[in-house]
């Protein structure tokens, strides 16, 4: 079966590696490197991207949840992988018979892991989140919680059956500019390594401290500690530029039907759009169901092999339009970028009023990925 015959993602892991490799060549000696493959590898393939960062000679993991992880472990991945949400107790004979770590986000947590894990005569290894400032998950610290939160922290230590190998946290702004994020994240750092000395002054010794997500290691380098975390870094986005990185997906489709429209004629749902001219129209075969989004109806345009050309109408579930007018040489089967080489998925998203993540993991699962290398 041709994967071509309607729209495909471009995959390049040759640029995954390359990318891993440049990032790594920014970090001091002895700082592991974990690569965060949630969400699917951020819509380029998780079990792909994995395998590629395994033999390239990465040290850990992170994804979402432990249906994620199971994935990775039945497609053969052996490395250490974090778990960064919640797993209900009752799969903590999952997590220790399939080697994954867990990420434990309070006290209690701690103790229900805790509790499953002797029952079963096991241990279960763990990273403790730490609430610098996020104020998503993690146990708290800021301000009044200090105390308590150290007490918190140490109690889930020191519960049997738990090995807590390591200690995280997350930055809100490291890659936001201005004086106001550095001096935020600066706050989070502080604050993460005031925890940390207080937690190994009772006694407790992490042999990971990790907290530098793609920003920081690109803005903050001395936050690096034992381990970074890049995420969209890893799939070529968020760098400036400065770390020379190659964006790893190419979203691809072509030219399915062309038609002449009259002057004066409504084109697509809720007629947004009516032609000013006689119109050389181009159907596409992609749309806001394989991940293309309906904000950009009438505010973007698609690369052809001889230029861009204006997307026309709103964005249907399978398919849009684009304005072929200007361009006599693109005939039906020509090849149209979405985003890639010629189009970045960065100035796409700005388009769209959002960032590259959502694009990169927005596109669906039944947009068939091809691994060019």
């Given at each position: 079966?041709?994967?071509?015959?309607?729209?495909?993602?471009?995959?390049?892991?040759?640029?995954?590696?390359?990318?891993?490799?440049?990032?790594?060549?920014?970090?001091?000696?002895?700082?592991?490197?974990?690569?965060v493959v949630k969400?699917?590898?951020?819509?380029?393939?998780?079990?792909?991207?994995?395998?590629?960062?395994?033999?390239?000679?990465?040290?850990y993991l992170a994804?979402?949840?432990?249906?994620?992880?199971?994935?990775?472990?039945?497609?053969?991945?052996?490395?250490?992988?974090?778990?960064?949400?919640?797993?209900?107790?009752?799969?903590?004979?999952?997590?220790?018979?399939?080697?994954?770590?867990?990420?434990?986000?309070?006290?209690?947590?701690?103790?229900?892991?805790?509790?499953?894990?002797?029952?079963?005569?096991?241990?279960?290894?763990?990273?403790?989140?730490?609430?610098?400032?996020?104020?998503?998950?993690?146990?708290?610290?800021?301000?009044?919680?200090?105390?308590?939160?150290?007490?918190?922290?140490?109690?889930?230590?020191?519960?049997?059956?738990?090995?807590?190998?390591?200690?995280?946290?997350?930055?809100?702004?490291?890659?936001?500019?201005?004086?106001?994020?550095?001096?935020?994240?600066?706050?989070?750092?502080?604050?993460?390594?005031?925890?940390?000395?207080?937690?190994?002054?009772?006694?407790?010794?992490?042999?990971i401290r990790h907290?530098?997500?793609?920003?920081?290691?690109?803005?903050?380098?001395?936050?690096?500690?034992?381990?970074?975390?890049?995420?969209?870094?890893?799939?070529?986005?968020?760098?400036?530029?400065?770390?020379?990185?190659?964006?790893?997906?190419?979203?691809?489709?072509?030219?399915?039907?062309?038609?002449?429209?009259?002057?004066?004629?409504?084109?697509?749902?809720?007629?947004?759009?009516?032609?000013?001219?006689?119109?050389?129209?181009?159907?596409?075969?992609?749309?806001?169901?394989?991940?293309?989004?309906?904000?950009?109806?009438?505010?973007?345009?698609?690369?052809?092999?001889?230029?861009?050309?204006?997307?026309?109408?709103?964005?249907?579930?399978?398919?849009?339009?684009?304005?072929?007018?200007?361009?006599?040489?693109?005939?039906?089967?020509?090849?149209?970028?979405?985003?890639?080489?010629?189009?970045?998925?960065?100035?796409?998203?700005?388009?769209?009023?959002?960032?590259?993540?959502?694009?990169?993991?927005?596109?669906?699962?039944?947009?068939?990925?091809?691994?060019?290398?």
């Amino acid at each position: 079966m041709d994967l071509r015959k309607r729209t495909w993602a471009e995959i390049s892991l040759d640029n995954i590696e390359y990318n891993y490799r440049a990032i790594r060549a920014a970090l001091p000696d002895g700082c592991k490197f974990l690569g965060v493959v949630k969400a699917d590898a951020y819509g380029h393939g998780a079990v792909e991207v994995s395998r590629r960062l395994e033999s390239a000679g990465a040290d850990y993991l992170a994804v979402s949840c432990l249906d994620e992880a199971v994935e990775l472990r039945e497609a053969g991945i052996g490395m250490p992988i974090l778990i960064l949400g919640h797993t209900p107790r009752e799969y903590v004979r999952e997590l220790i018979e399939r080697d994954l770590t867990q990420t434990v986000t309070c006290e209690a947590k701690a103790i229900e892991y805790a509790r499953e894990a002797a029952s079963l005569g096991k241990t279960l290894r763990i990273h403790i989140k730490v609430d610098t400032g996020m104020s998503r998950l993690g146990f708290l610290t800021a301000g009044g919680h200090f105390e308590q939160g150290i007490a918190n922290i140490v109690s889930a230590c020191r519960q049997r059956n738990l090995d807590p190998e390591g200690v995280y946290t997350h930055f809100a702004v490291s890659d936001e500019p201005g004086a106001e994020a550095e001096a935020y994240t600066r706050e989070q750092f502080g604050l993460f390594m005031k925890v940390v000395s207080a937690v190994e002054s009772a006694g407790i010794r992490f042999r990971i401290r990790h907290c530098a997500n793609s920003g920081a290691v690109v803005n903050y380098p001395e936050t690096a500690l034992d381990m970074v975390r890049p995420g969209i870094l890893l799939y070529g986005f968020g760098d400036g530029g400065r770390l020379g990185l190659r964006p790893c997906m190419r979203l691809m489709t072509h030219v399915s039907t062309i038609k002449y429209i009259d002057a004066g004629l409504p084109v697509s749902y809720g007629g947004t759009f009516v032609t000013a001219r006689r119109t050389r129209m181009g159907v596409i075969p992609i749309g806001y169901a394989d991940g293309l989004f309906r904000s950009l109806s009438n505010n973007c345009s698609f690369i052809t092999e001889k230029g861009p050309a204006p997307q026309r109408g709103r964005i249907c579930m399978d398919m849009c339009m684009i304005d072929l007018t200007e361009l006599p040489e693109v005939n039906l089967e020509s090849l149209i970028e979405i985003f890639g080489r010629r189009q970045s998925a960065e100035a796409l998203a700005a388009r769209a009023g959002t960032i590259s993540y959502e694009l990169l993991c927005s596109v669906s699962k039944r947009v068939p990925r091809v691994y060019v290398d």
